[in-house]
Every structure is written in structure tokens, then in C-alpha cells.
């Protein structure tokens, strides 16, 4: 049957035109996986309970103001469990009035407990709060994120938020994984909070801190022996100025030392309450801490109005310059910690890249003289079909940005076998239809209809198989199920549809053909 | 026309015994190496852990390695050869310390035997213990769905009966490939999984293949009278023969051929896949036609006894 030939013809002539524009340029067109051009894979996990603890604490903090502003004496506000906050009242004849404070203040906040006797306030976040704070974590950390691989400059990064609490970072091609990692990791939460000098860290270790204060360190490495020590400071909790008021951060060189540091500029509240802490405290030390380690802590010799401060400590010039960016994305919300990491360096990618192609190259030939040797010309019109189906699948991924990884190569490969089945189930079809004594038209005919069925069979069971594994897949094994699927599913139009125009275009004919060669 | 069989005509289901034994076999030798090493080796994938892949300058022998990393005291940590003797794996255990602190440490030990020179560092993977656990169950899920998906879709097209025997001959190809693995030593990992699940879809191809001939013999008559259902089965799948080889030919010499040459990566997939096709067309010619004779065989002597139990009451 010769039917609709001409359009059939077309039809095949568009698909080719349409896939060779879509490959071309060759080298642009595809996607290569972080696996086969190098690159990081970072999976982060957004700790968003630190979120909500810390958001719990600055309520905290407003509602101590608010009372002591009433003249409610407070003996004690501190976060329980997560999202709790209890109040201890140190004035019971005050209770009424405390009570309407905390309430007017914490809007946000249920009433969990309220103990008239023990002068005891227990509130909790709303659970809408709750919600909303996890969210803005993750959200703002992925800003931030973004943020700071911008500044860091990587081609085409990939930053995505993944489920409720995750954050995948995909950076193809960074040249120095550890550098990058700590620069996106890091929370950078910069506070700067006075020394309270009238205790003594040492002794602070071992019997505890005063109520207000805490014990940070600081990491001293010693210049000749490489060891690190940890220095401990006895500092109050309340920062005065944060990351939060920083409007810049850079880079500059200290002219006696030559030594980097980093030099930052706050915004204007920043710069006023910066002001009015070095001018109240001319003579204390002031501790630069980040993260929860103190960097140093110099003393304050006069009132700094200039609104502008300096970070020094022994960097790194890159760690200097890593430090100014971090300092203006600002600090992740809530610290975050690695999940999964995947980092594969250039000199592997391309040797995988090369080992797949030798990989493909090879099993393409051999297939190939498979199919002629075993199938005459039959087989090379499969083989002219498999060809196609190459063409179709590696256009269809340029045509949808589908990356190519590793396994995805594997995947190829399993095509070029799987590809060619098809056309052995309906050439094995037709064999046994001329056995069975029909004519070659004849034989073509019921092989093509007949192997239908069980090609379309054959393709469910492997297009099941590669839908479960690409829901179910990470990065290169979704590479492998992307690959597979479109490489089955091109199938059908090249062996099928496009091997039966040939066969139709050369057994057909006009002309009575008297040998069929399979 | 160059034929692989012509017209052949073995007895397959008469020699099943023998099949059956043979698989029985390899699992029992397959598991018994697991029980022998611990149990099924999971890669980083499953069981968390930071991996290393380095390579150094010139050969190093893996005496130097392991006296390096020693010098850390990281726990248990696994050296292994990769590809040539530049190149190694370290597989380091998870530990609270995180990915970062791990390879930094691992590298400096290797960086402190002045004989090893730098090493260049060509992966690190780090999973950590919750996105392990994660893994594992979508892991299990997944092989459940994709049995279920292939299960539902024979049963659909097919019948229950041939469903089942699909099933059983999918998880008789997943347990041999799993005892090819561990008696070859190698580690489950996410690429390995892959190669299952493709297995799974894969091999039930050619089952398909023969039960459809089965009922189109039927429909066309060609059934001759008092043909038993194990001759049935038997003439499909001898019938289908040399397409059921040729298929898998096809895909075996791509499997092998990336198995050779797709590189020391893809190697562990590679080999599953090519298992995996070997046993599944072992499986359509043996597994599933001999189980499905095998249990209307039961059925039938069973209907029969209790026909007798009947008639006796």
C-alpha cells in the first residue's frame, strides 16, 4: 500500500529539518550534566527551627522593652522548646497590666498559660506564624544564595528550592569546590557585641556567665606551629549592630601590614547606633562575631561617627573577598548544613564525556553490522532508522533543555540496542509470514500490522520503567530516564513509521519485486 | 536468509527441573556471599558516607594509602583501586564532622607523605545520613511501583495469571542480578538501582512476546486437539525463539560494549545491564512459561483431589 505517500515524505522531511535545527550549533545545543562538564551538586537543608528560635527570641527581647518600659519588673523571659516564650513576672501587683502588654505585643503569639500565682506568662507562635517564618527562611535563603553566587560569578548556576526545606545549588564548572561551598554555606550572621570585662573568661568556663552574657571564642592559630587555639571572651548577648545594617562591604589593604581586611560600611540607622555604642563606651572592647565566632575584639578608643568599621583578622585575600561578599548578600536567615554534595572536577567530566562518546561509537557500529550482516538490506534500513532515531533523540533534549549526564549516556546506548528490537520483531514477523507462504507485499503487510501490537506492548513496559525511575531520580539517574524515554518513544516513528515508508518506497513500487532481502 | 534457528524446536518446559535448579543455584550461592560479607554492600547512595576519587602523579602503592589515612583515624574507611593503580577511590564514613571537614582532613593526611606527591581530586560525593535514609525508601518505593505498574498493565492486557508470572520472573532477574553483584563485589548504588528498574521493564518484553503468541494460536486455531497448555507454551516460546535472542543480542552488545569501554563510572551500571539481560531472556524462555505449566499443573491436580474428597463424601 502506497498511501499518502507524498505526505508521508514530507512529514519525515520536516522531522529531520526541525531536529537538524534544533542540534545546530552542535556544541551549544545540548546540555552537559555537572557530572560530565565538572561542577558542584549541593543539596542544603534550611534548619528553619533556628529561624523560628531566633524570631521567638526577638519577641523576647521586644517584650522585656515594652514592660520594663510600663515599669513591669521582669525576672526572666526565656524561649522554650521551639516556638514557646515564658515570661516570669517579677511583680505580682502588676500582673493585670502585663498581661495586657505581652498580649498587645505578641500579636503573633497564642496564649498557652497564663498563672495569675506564679506570675508566669507561657505564650506560643500561631501556627499560621509558624508556617510563614519556615517559609520566609527558605525563601530568603535562596535569595541569599543567589545572591552570593552572583558576586562569586559562576556561568549558569542553578539554585532551586527542592521540597519544603531544601535548597539545591548547581554550579557547573567552578574551579575551587571548597571555596564555593563555604561561600554559599556560610551563614554570615555578623553581630558586634561589647566585652563585659568585669568577668573573667577563664573562670566563666568553669563556674558560668553572669544572666545576659555568654561565652564565644575565638580561633587563634599560631604562626609557627600551625596549632589552633581557642581564646575565650566573656561578651554580652545583646548585639548592637548587625549584618542587618551593613549597606556595603569590601576589600581593602592595610598599608603597614599589607595584610587584607575587610572594610564595612553600615546604612544610616546603623551608622547612628554604631555611633552612639562607640561613644558610650570609649574604652571597652568591642567583639566582631560571626557566625558565633569572634574575629577580634579591639578596643573602642574614641566615638567612631564615620559609620564605618573594620573587619580584620589575619585573611586570606580570598577570604577576604569572600568574607565583603557575604557581608552584602546579607546572612542567611537560618544557618544551613549540606545534605548531599556532588562535586566532579573538569579532568573527570571530560574523560567521561570521552569514554561515553568511544562507548556509543562503538556499540553504533556494531549494531549496525549486526543488522546487515543478519537482515541484508532490511537491516541496513533499520540501521538508517536507528540513525534517525539518534538524530530525533538528541534533538528532542536540545528541543527541551534536557540535561545529558553520565548515565543519560548509558541511556543512549541502551537506545541504539533497544531502538533496533523493534525492527527485529516485525523483520522476524515478516520472515515467518513468507515461510508461512505469502508474498513479499503481502508478508510486509501483515509483519508490519501483526509486530504492532507487541512493539506498542514492548514500549509501555520499558516507558513504565523509565517514568517511575525520572519521578524517582537525582540529577544523572533522571539524565539516564530522559534519555531512555525519548529514545524508546522516537522508536516508534523511525522503526516504525519511517522504516515502513522505505520498505513501502522500495517493495511497493510499481514495479513487482521479486526478492525480498531479509 | 541467514537464520539463528531454523524452525526450532527444543523442549524447554520438559527440562525446567533443570532451570529451576540452576537458578536456584547462583541465589543461593549469590546470597550465601552476601551473608558471607554482611549483607548486600551499599554504596555512599544509600548508607551516607563521603567518597573520594584521587589521582596522583605516578602509580602509588595502596599500603601508602591506607598508612596515610590511618594516620587520621577516620573510622572505617575503604581504599580500592580504580582503573589503573594512579587512581583511587576513598570511601570515608559519614561522620558528624560533615563532608567538608572529612575530605579536608583525608587530603591533608595524603598531603603530609611526601612520597605520594598532590594528589589531583576528581570527585568528591558526599550523602549524608537523612538524604541516605531518604534514598533508600524512594528506592523501595520505586521498585515496588515499577513492579506494580508492570504487573497491572500484563494483567490488564494479558490476564492475572500471566501478570504474576511476569512478576515472578522480574524479581527471579532483580535477585540474580543482585547475587551477581555481590559475588563481584560490587555496592548498590543510585546508577545500579537505574539499571534495575530498566531490567525490570525490560525483561518482561519478551514475555510479553511469547504469551502473545500463545493466544494468537489459540484464536487462530492452530491448537491442535488435545494439545496440553505446556505444549502451548512450549511451541510459543520456540516460535518466538529467535526474536526473544536476537532482541536481547541487540541490547547485550551495547550493554557489554559500554561495560569495556563507557569507563570505570559506568562500569558497576554496565554490568548490571548486561546481567540483567542475559537472565531476562532466561527468564521468558524458562521462568515465566515453566511457572505459569507448573501452577495450572497444581491447580489442576488439586481441583481433582477435591473433586475425589467430594465424591467420597
Redesign the interface.
Known sequence: MRRNLGLRIGLVIVVIAVSVWYLYPPRSSINLGL?LQGGIHL?L?VDVDKALEAQVERAGDTVRGELEKKGIAVSKIERRGISDLAIQIASPQSWDSALTTVTEVLGAFDRKEADQAAGRIVMTLKPRETTQIRELAVRQGLETIRNRVDQFGVAEPSIQQQGENRILVQLPGVQD??RA??LIGKTALLEFKLVDDKVDPETAVRSGVPDGDEILYQRRVDKETHQERKVPFVVQKKAYVTGRDVATARVSIDQNTSEPYVSVDFNAAGGRAFSDLTDANVGRRLAIVLDGNIHSAPQIRERIPSGRAQITGGFTSAEATDLAIVLRAGALPAPV?????????P??GA??VR??I??IL??TV??FV??M??YRLSGLIADVALGLNLLLLLATMAGFHATLT??G??GI??T???A??TN??IF??I??ELRGGKTIRGAIEAGFSRAF??VI??H???????L??F????G??KG??VT?MIGIAASLFTAVFFTRLLFDLLYMGPHKRESLS? | ???LFRNPNFDFIGRRRWAYIISVLFILAGFGSMVAKGGLRYGIDFSGGTLI?V?FEKAVPVDRIRRALETVRMGESVIQEFGDTREYLLRLPATEA???EV??QALAALAKEPELGPP?????????P??GRD?QI??I??AL??VA??LA?VAI?FDMLGGMASVAAIVHDVLICLSAMSLTNREMS??I??AL??I???S??DT??AY?RVRENRTKGARRKGESFATQINNAIN?TL??TV??A???????A??YL???K??ED??FV?TIGVVTGTFSTVYIAGSLIVDWQGWRERWMARRKKAVAKA
Not at chain 1, 548544613?337 to 572536577?345: A, D, I, K, P, Y
Not at chain 1, 519521578?471 to 537525582?474: A, E, I, L
Not at chain 2, 543480542?249 to 550493554?255: A, P
Open positions: 557530572d543539596v537543608g569546590p571548597a561551598k563555604a548544613q549540606v545534605l548531599e554534595e556532588r562535586t566532579v572536577g579532568s573527570l574523560d567521561s569514554q561515553g568511544v562507548a562503538a556499540s556494531l549494531v549486526f543488522m550482516a543478519y553520565l548515565p549516556i548509558a546506548a541502551l541504539i540496542g533497544m533496533v528490537d527485529i520483531l522476524e514477523r520472515r515467518e501490537k507487541t506492548d514492548t509501555v513496559t520499558v516507558l513504565v520503567s523509565g517511575i525511575l519521578q524517582f531520580g537525582t544523572p539517574v539516564f530516564a531512555l531479509i | 536468509m541467514f537464520e576519587q589521582r560533615g563532608s567538608e575530605t579536608k589531583e581530586v576528581r570527585r568528591v560525593e558526599y550523602v549524608g537523612q538524604v534514598l524512594q528506592a518505593y520505586a511501583w515499577s505498574g508492570i498493565y492486557r543510585l546508577p538501582l537505574a528498574l530498566t525490570i521493564g525490560y518482561v518484553n510479553i512476546v502473545d516460535q529467535s526474536r536476537l532482541t543480542l541487540t541490547v547485550f552488545f551495547t550493554t560494549v559500554l569501554f563507557g569507563g563510572v559506568l551500571m554496565a545491564l
